[in-house]
């Protein structure tokens, strides 16, 4: 454990030195995606990860300690608390450190640069894929014993970051015959595909098709945030250039949890009056009206660092 304890030393003071150094060549945890995090709410680290995504990862380059301390300030983090953010995302594998002289500037992990592209590409295309739907199920079933907690926690994150419901214990569905390939690589990943069965049915006379949707989902509550989605962003009109880059921070960290929330279902199986139509046309239009002040405005904070 002596690489998390180096990654908080060296973004939470600064030591002398002279040429450049990356950390020790040891191996690192691998970045996972949590799920209680992403749908949880504002803390520093959460924070920071929309950071990394919609402002590091494009940009290419690393970045400094000081950038990312600055940047989290606008929410009212704490320089404290950020710094601390920052250990603990580099603790978890996102972030490598490399020293140059007193400073510390961080550079993604190659594992986190391929998570936040794949997230990138699901967040900015959430919610506007084609929807239509021949009726088919995909079912997989694959059970993890109680006593495996962690591996038990990585399969639903992954399985519901794909668009995957459990209506009961065990039993994975989702309306798409063709996610398979998605859950097969997950479940490669956590070396559970031996053990876990799949097919493909339509539903049956027995039960309602509705009551197994509900159960596998909460739609009513994934309803209940697109409408606070709306009201917040739908009135929102950022003025100055901290303002812009607050707003569009703000704009993508609250969507973001939506890929974890609504399973993106046909037309058929969701309510009346959807509202997370009106919010992906919000999202879209809000992140492109956005986007070039607030890169403006990060790569000013970049440069007023370096």
């Given at each position: 454990?002596?690489?998390?304890?180096?990654?908080?030393?060296?973004?939470?003071?600064a030591e002398h030195g002279g040429r450049a150094a990356r950390e020790p060549a040891t191996e690192r945890p691998?970045?996972?995606i949590n799920r209680r995090r992403e749908v949880g709410g504002g803390s520093a680290r959460s924070l920071l990860m929309t950071i990394l995504g919609e402002f590091v990862l494009p940009r290419g380059e690393p970045v400094w300690t000081a950038t990312l301390v600055n940047a989290l300030a606008l929410f009212g983090v704490e320089e404290k608390s950020a710094r601390q953010a920052v250990a603990r995302t580099s603790a978890e594998g996102w972030l490598a450190a490399e020293r140059l002289g007193r400073r510390v500037r961080w550079h993604l992990t190659p594992p986190a640069r391929r998570l936040l592209v794949e997230g990138a590409e699901r967040i900015y295309g959430f919610g506007s894929g084609n929807r239509d739907w021949d009726g088919r199920w995909l079912v997989v079933l694959v059970s993890v014993p109680e006593t495996m907690r962690d591996l038990r926690h990585r399969l639903r994150t992954r399985l519901s970051w794909a668009g995957f419901g459990s209506p009961a214990p065990g039993v994975w569905i989702a309306p798409r015959a063709d996610a398979e390939a998605d859950a097969k690589l997950v479940l490669?990943?956590?070396s559970?595909?031996?053990?876990?069965?799949?097919?493909?049915?339509?539903?049956?006379?027995?039960?309602?098709?509705?009551?197994?949707v509900a159960a596998a989902?909460?739609?009513?509550?994934?309803?209940?945030?697109?409408?606070?989605?709306?009201?917040?962003?739908?009135?929102?009109?950022?003025?100055?250039?901290?303002?812009?880059?607050?707003?569009?921070?703000?704009?993508?960290?609250?969507?973001?949890?939506?890929?974890?929330?609504?399973?993106?279902?046909?037309?058929?199986?969701?309510?009346?009056?959807?509202?997370?139509?009106?919010?992906?046309?919000?999202?879209?239009?809000?992140?492109?009206?956005?986007?070039?002040?607030?890169?403006?405005?990060?790569?000013?904070?970049?440069?007023?660092?370096?």
């Open positions: 454990m002596g690489a998390p304890r180096e990654a908080g030393r060296q973004a939470g003071s691998r970045p996972v490669d990943e956590l559970l595909s031996e053990s876990a069965m799949s097919f493909v049915a339509s539903y049956g006379a027995l039960g309602r098709e509705q009551d197994m989902w909460h739609l009513d509550d994934v309803a209940r945030r697109y409408d606070e989605f709306i009201e917040e962003f739908g009135r929102l009109r950022p003025r100055t250039p901290d303002d812009v880059l607050r707003a569009q921070t703000r704009l993508v960290h609250e969507w973001r949890r939506f890929p974890f929330l609504d399973p993106q279902l046909p037309a058929e199986l969701l309510p009346a009056r959807w509202s997370g139509t009106k919010a992906t046309a919000l999202f879209n239009d809000r992140h492109v009206r956005w986007r070039d002040g607030a890169r403006r405005r990060w790569d000013e904070l970049a440069e007023a660092a370096g």
